[in-house]
T-cell receptor, first 117, second 113 residues
C-alpha cells in the first residue's frame, strides 16, 4: 500500500517555542493531506485540510494563526505549532489519500507525540 | 457537518466470544465507512471498510454491516483473540474520494484470556 511518513515521532519543547511536523507521501503524490489531533483517551479530530498550492482549510475552533500549514509540494505538508503551550500537548497525525476510484482508504503517518513543558 | 456516535466506549469479552461495536452517523450523504484499530501510541490501522451501496462485508473473523435507512453500521469480531485487544474507531466519509474522516468516539476492547 501507499506509504506516508511523518516526522518527528516524538518532540518535547518548551512553552512559547514553535514546533514543525512534516508529513510526506513517499510513493504517490498527494494534492490533499489531512491533519488530526488526538488527546489522550480521545478520538481523532480533524484540524485542517492541507491543499497543495493553496491555503489550508481549518475546522471550526482551530486557530489558523497558531497551527500553520504549508503544502508546498505534492509530497510534503508541514504543520507548525506556533508559541506552543502545555494544552497543545497531544498526538498529531496526518493522512493522505492516494486517490483513485476504487479505494477511499486513507493512509496515516506514524503520528507525532508533542509534549510542551 | 457529519457527527458519528460510537457505543460502547469499553467492551470486555472472553476469548473466543464475539464482540460487536455500533456506530450511528448523522449525514445521510455519507457514503464510505471505515473501521480502524489503534494500539497505544500508534497510527490507526484500517481493518475493514464498507461503501454505502453494500449492506454487509466480511473478511475472515471481521464483518461490518450497514443500515443506510437507520444510518448505523456495526463491527462484528468473531472468535476473539487476545491480540484483538485495542481501541477501535469507526468513521464516516462524506465524499468518497475525499477521505476527510469523521471519527467515532472509540471503543476500548479488552479480550479476557
Amino acid at each position: 500500500g501507499a506509504v506516508v511518513s511523518q516526522h518527528p515521532s516524538r518532540v518535547i519543547c518548551k512553552s512559547g517555542t514553535s514546533v514543525k511536523i512534516e508529513c510526506r507521501s513517499l510513493d504517490f503524490q498527494a494534492t490533499t493531506m489531512f491533519w488530526y489531533r488526538q488527546f489522550p483517551k480521545q478520538s481523532l479530530m480533524l484540524m485542517a485540510t492541507s491543499n497543495e498550492g493553496s491555503k489550508a482549510t481549518y475546522e471550526q475552533g482551530v486557530e489558523k494563526d497558531k497551527f500553520l500549514i504549508n503544502h508546498a509540494s505534492l509530497t510534503l505538508s508541514t504543520l507548525t505549532v506556533t508559541s506552543a503551550h502545555p494544552e497543545d500537548s497531544s498526538f498529531y497525525i496526518c493522512s493522505a489519500p492516494p486517490g483513485g476510484a476504487l479505494s477511499a482508504e486513507a493512509f496515516f503517518g506514524q503520528g507525532t507525540r508533542l509534549t510542551v513543558v | 457537518g457529519e457527527n458519528v456516535e460510537q457505543h460502547p466506549s469499553t467492551l470486555s469479552v472472553q476469548e473466543g466470544d464475539s464482540a460487536v461495536i455500533k456506530c450511528t452517523y448523522s449525514d445521510s450523504a455519507s457514503n464510505y465507512f471505515p473501521w480502524y484499530k489503534q494500539e497505544l501510541g500508534k497510527r490507526p490501522q484500517l481493518i475493514i471498510d464498507i461503501r454505502s451501496n453494500v449492506g454487509e462485508k466480511k473478511d475472515q473473523r471481521i464483518a461490518v454491516t450497514l443500515n443506510k435507512t437507520a444510518k448505523h453500521f456495526s463491527l462484528h469480531i468473531t472468535e476473539t483473540q487476545p491480540e484483538d485487544s485495542a481501541v477501535y474507531f469507526c468513521a464516516a466519509v462524506l465524499d468518497f474520494g475525499n477521505e476527510k474522516l469523521t471519527f467515532g468516539t472509540g471503543t476500548r476492547l479488552t479480550i479476557i484470556p
